[in-house]
């Protein structure tokens, strides 16, 4: 299972990006799928995480307090890829960004228990 992110960048205070996620090698639709975040010196930090059905898009989606309401966690499972959607920047959002799915069982903010990992895409919020 490979999986690559795309989308980061520079972006000003309140601005936008998306993030996607392409994985190869399985489908995405019977795992839990994650984003996580690294700043500079700190631990890898639990982002969103998306559980799905297995039938369809639609699942459940959990977020870090830090960034509900401003961050959503979606995937098209017929692409395979996971999306993460970011609103109302802020500089604390600056970090390296990582997807991430559990080779079983359901979500979880522990970054341990996810098997497969990118390379992460940058994020800088300034």
């Known amino acids: 299972v490979q999986l690559v992110e795309s989308g980061g960048g520079s972006v000003q205070v309140g601005g936008s990006l998306r993030l996607s996620c392409v994985v190869s090698?399985?489908?995405?639709?019977?795992?839990?799928m994650g984003w996580f975040r690294q700043a500079p010196g700190e631990a890898r930090e639990d982002v969103a995480h998306?559980?799905?059905?297995?039938?369809?898009?639609?699942?459940?989606?959990s977020y870090a307090d830090s960034v509900k309401g401003r961050f959503t966690v979606s995937q098209d499972s017929a692409k395979n890829i996971l999306y993460l959607q970011m609103n109302s920047l802020k500089p604390e959002d600056t970090a390296m960004y990582y997807c991430?799915?559990?080779?079983?069982?359901?979500?979880?903010?522990?970054?341990?228990?996810?098997?497969?990992w990118g390379q992460g895409t940058q994020v800088t919020v300034s």
């Open positions: 991430a799915r559990r080779r079983y069982g359901a979500c979880s903010p522990n970054a341990d228990r996810y098997a497969y």
């Open positions: 090698g399985d489908t995405i639709s019977r795992y839990c």
């Open positions: 998306i559980d799905s059905d297995g039938r369809s898009d639609f699942g459940t989606s």
